[in-house]
């Protein structure tokens, strides 16, 4: 999905004026007091604003700002066996939250959370609680899992 946001022969303004609803892994909210906090310490200590979208639609140092922040809290809490405790963690990210599923036991950890992103009418995108999702076929309000 966060290749559609590099398209450009898709007018961002149909985005907009359909409500477009998307699936991303990660979404960069302005509004957040800690996001605005991270930017201007950005700002600040490395002379820039790491707000630009690369091309897979996210930007690198605050990924690695929440991927550091997170599996080294999970050091710290856990000790350095902290797989089978990997998903109790409660960490507000930057942009968005992690939860880690093993497909397998020789296999690695992957993170399966997502993000659900709405295009408005007013030029500005939203984040979608999955509470907010309506379920097309039933009209209902749907939880997703």
């Not at 639609?57 to 599996?71: E, H, V």
Request: charged share 20%.
């Amino acid at each position: 999905m966060p290749s559609w946001l590099s398209f450009r022969n898709i007018d961002l303004e149909y985005f907009l004026h359909l409500q477009v609803t998307l699936l991303t892994s990660f979404f960069i909210d302005f509004h957040d007091v800690n996001t605005r906090h991270f930017l201007r310490k950005c700002v600040r200590l490395l002379g820039y604003e790491p707000q630009e979208l690369k091309s897979k639609g996210y930007n690198l140092t605050l990924l690695g700002y929440d991927i550091a922040f997170y599996f080294i809290k999970a050091c710290l809490t856990y000790g350095t066996n902290f797989q089978r405790c990997i998903n109790y963690l409660n960490i507000n990210s930057l942009l968005g939250k992690y939860h880690f599923v093993r497909k397998a036991p020789a296999n690695g950890f992957e993170n399966t959370s997502i993000v659900y992103i709405r295009y408005n009418k007013d030029f500005t995108v939203s984040k979608l609680l999955p509470e907010t999702l309506v379920d097309e076929r039933t009209g209902k309000y749907s939880r997703v899992p």
